[in-house]
């Protein structure tokens, strides 16, 4: 698949410079037919015969594998969720964490997270990272560890920067449980899951495909408890009527999710081409240089597929405005930045035309 035959899977690009994969991924025509096929599927099959059913279960099995495979994991350690957001609080209530436990995160993490680590009860201490190269970002978090700290919770990706965190050098420095918020990274650039214990992903950002879904990677799936308010349902068990949770990662499952959407996330992972990760960090690069000749560029190059900057008007009013004028980027609340996204399917003209938008 060539670069131009990869930007014609994509409706979208046919009106907009599209730079927000970061919220919202662009979705595919192929995306779109499958979702499409399969509800048409579920509407003439009645969603209630044996041949229906052997379908759900078939379609899970195969969209866990796929997930699994891009993070290089093993289908046994996948719970299917409805998002980053719904794994983050699945791990966090499993670990039962409570008063006279500390938890270690970043002053950078997406609210789906922070907001789970803040209800369980265990104090939460928080490393100042933003702004600081990633070398001095790893002392922060290590010198915010403590005899008390239960497990270190960030994300691989901050969402407001792009900056890649060092999640297996915490791991190896530290030797402790890390929860890590994969929203920007999985399908954006390379992941390997290794030592790591949990690990989220999200289906509708980077994935391109449909929301609300996603998975929670669980590396040792007796590490967590199935708790309140995490899911008990019949997907959790070997059979009905046992009681008896599944051995894998799937009892974590967040019950029974909707077959057209993982129809279409199936279809997403499907099209990613192979040289996906080659071609993001190239155009992001491009970007990066582009917007730093006219403006502040945020943070270090050479990471991440985000790119933030200082623009010259309010954030969330130039936001606006670029998506009237057919581009879309986002502001990043509280920073007084813009940020673009940048993925396989971007291509160079994409930046000019945000530059040449910015300008005028």
């Not at 491009?286 to 917007?291: M, N």
């Amino acid at each position: 698949m060539t670069y131009d035959e990869a930007r014609s899977l994509f409706p979208v690009l046919e009106r907009f410079a599209y730079l927000n994969a970061g919220s919202l991924g662009p979705l595919m025509r192929s995306t779109l037919d499958a979702m499409e096929a399969r509800s048409r599927f579920d509407q003439e099959q009645g969603r209630g015969g044996h041949a229906w059913f052997e379908s759900v279960v078939s379609l899970r099995a195969r969209v866990r594998e796929q997930i699994a495979s891009v993070i290089g994991a093993t289908a046994e350690q996948l719970a299917l969720t409805s998002s980053t957001t719904d794994g983050c609080n699945i791990a966090v209530a499993g670990l039962g964490l409570g008063s006279g436990d500390d938890v270690v995160t970043t002053d950078s993490e997406h609210p789906g997270l922070l907001l789970p680590l803040h209800v369980s009860g265990a104090q939460v201490r928080v490393a100042e990272v933003a702004g600081h190269p990633t070398a001095e970002a790893l002392e922060r978090i290590v010198s915010c560890v403590g005899p008390r700290t239960r497990v270190l919770a960030l994300s691989h990706v901050l969402w407001t920067t792009g900056q890649v965190m060092p999640v297996h050098e915490l791991k190896r420095e530290t030797g402790l449980p890390l929860l890590v918020d994969g929203a920007q990274s999985v399908g954006a650039i390379p992941v390997d899951v290794g030592e790591l214990d949990y690990y989220t992903v999200s289906s509708q950002k980077w994935l391109c495909g449909p929301e609300p879904l996603g998975a929670l990677y669980v590396r040792e799936p007796d590490s967590l408890r199935i708790a309140f308010p995490t899911y008990f349902a019949q997907t959790s068990i070997e059979r009905d009527g046992s009681f008896v949770p599944k051995d894998g990662a799937a009892r974590f499952d967040s019950g029974w999710l909707a077959p057209p959407m993982l129809a279409g996330l199936e279809a997403a992972l499907d099209e990613a081409p192979d040289w996906r990760y080659e071609r993001a960090a190239e155009v992001t690069a491009y970007c990066r240089k582009a917007l730093g000749a006219e403006y502040e560029v945020i943070g270090e190059p050479g990471q991440g597929t985000l790119v933030s900057w200082v623009p010259r008007a309010d954030p969330a009013e130039s936001a606006r405005e670029l998506y009237e004028r057919g581009v879309v980027v986002r502001d990043v609340p509280g920073t007084g930045w813009l940020r673009a996204s940048c993925g396989w399917w971007t291509n160079e003209d994409d930046i000019d035309r945000l530059v040449a938008r910015l300008a005028t």
